[in-house]
Structure formats: structure tokens, C-alpha cells
């Protein structure tokens, strides 16, 4: 099981991921953890002993069975997998990660033997992604908000009302044509931008 676009999106912002490596032999049910994936996990190295259960423990609880069927999956199978998922470390704070790994087959049985591979934390990248997207939305909302507030000025002034009454009209008319409130604010900046547009002209794009 793979979910590739996610792991890709949030490598692909560069930031300084923290990767550690791990081991599971599934017949002793023995996990290695590097000194890495200990402190991804909160832990200094040798602070505890991995187990399954402690890895699904750490795994946040709407992640938590998602996680375990990739697991199970891999298991047995043996096929490269992937996932993004967020865990709460030892210290009680939020982390994202993307586990990625396979198994390693016993050529004597042909079953599953290990599964390897790497925890990537990848918490950073997601934070980015985040306020880039929140930032976004602010550029769109001011892109969005600009004609309004010209739209509002140029009424005031036509039709010498405070801002308030000019944006009242504004979404009158709006409700009245069904056309949306930002479409009608530009059209009344290009309209107030021609040659020769009057406070009259404005007057009747508003009736």
C-alpha cells in the first residue's frame, strides 16, 4: 500500500528531513530502531525497547489501525510499501512521518521473513506546505477584496455615501442581477476607469 503523491509533496519542499532506519524480523517479533528513529520517536537511544505495540501506541489514534493494515499488509507480502501518517512522540507533540520499506523473503520458506526500511519526519515539509497554502488563500482574499474596496470608494464618491451604504449597494444590485459581488466591483472599476463615465453612469449600474 502506497501513498505516493502525499510523500512526494512534502519531500519536494526541501526541507532538512530527519530519517531514521528500522528492522522487523516478523519471526522473533524483534524491532532495530537507529538513533534516529529513536528521537523521531522522542526517545533517546536505548531509552526503551521497540515493539510492534509500542510502534501502533505512538501512532496517532485516527492514523493508529490505517498504520497497523499497512503493516499487516507488508507482512504478508512482502511488497514495497509506503505511508503518511502522524504519530504523538514521547514528549507528547504532534509529528507527520512517512514510513517507506519491504520485506525480505526467506528463500528456504518463501514467507516474509523482515520487513526494512526508513521513518522520514517529514513534520517540517507539512508546516511549509501549510503556511504556503494559508498564504495563498490570504493573496487570493486580498486579490478578491481590492476591487471591492475601489468598487466601494468610487460609490462613495458618485453617489457621496459613506463606505458602508456603498457596499450595501453594492450587494443589492449584486442580488438583484445575480452576478457576484466581486464581478460587480471590477465591473464598476473598469466602468469608473472609462473616458467620460459620470456619477450618473455609476448611479444606473447600480439600479
Sequence with gaps: MTEPMEIERALALGANHVVGRYSYDLAEQVWWWSDE????????????VPT?????????????????????????????????????DA?????????????????DTTQVRELTGFFVDITAGI????????????????????????????I???????????????RSTSNHTNVAVRELAR?????????????ADIADALA
Aim: glycine share 6%; charged share 20%.
Design 156 to 170: 462613495s464618491l458618485a453617489l457621496h455615501v459613506d463606505p458602508e451604504e456603498a457596499f450595501e449597494r453594492l
Design 52 to 88: 510492534t505495540a509500542l510502534v501502533l501506541a505512538h501512532k496517532h489514534p485516527q492514523d493508529r489501525a490505517r498504520v497497523s493494515k499497512v503493516l499487516q499488509t507488508a507482512a504478508r507480502t512482502g511488497e514495497p510499501f509506503s505511508s503518511v501518517h502522524r504519530i504523538m
Design 37 to 48: 528513529t529513536y528521537r523521531i520517536h522522542g526517545f533517546e537511544p536505548g531509552d526503551v
Design 91 to 107: 514528549h507528547g507533540d504532534q509529528k507527520t512521518l512517512t514510513v517507506v520499506g519491504q520485506g525480505r523473503i526467506d528463500p
Design 127 to 154: 508546516e511549509i506546505q501549510a503556511n504556503e497554502a494559508a498564504s495563498a488563500s490570504i493573496r487570493s482574499a486580498a486579490a478578491t477584496r481590492a476591487p471591492i474596496e475601489q468598487a466601494k470608494g468610487i
Design 187 to 199: 465591473s464598476i472599476v473598469a466602468l469608473a476607469s472609462a473616458s467620460g463615465t459620470t456619477p
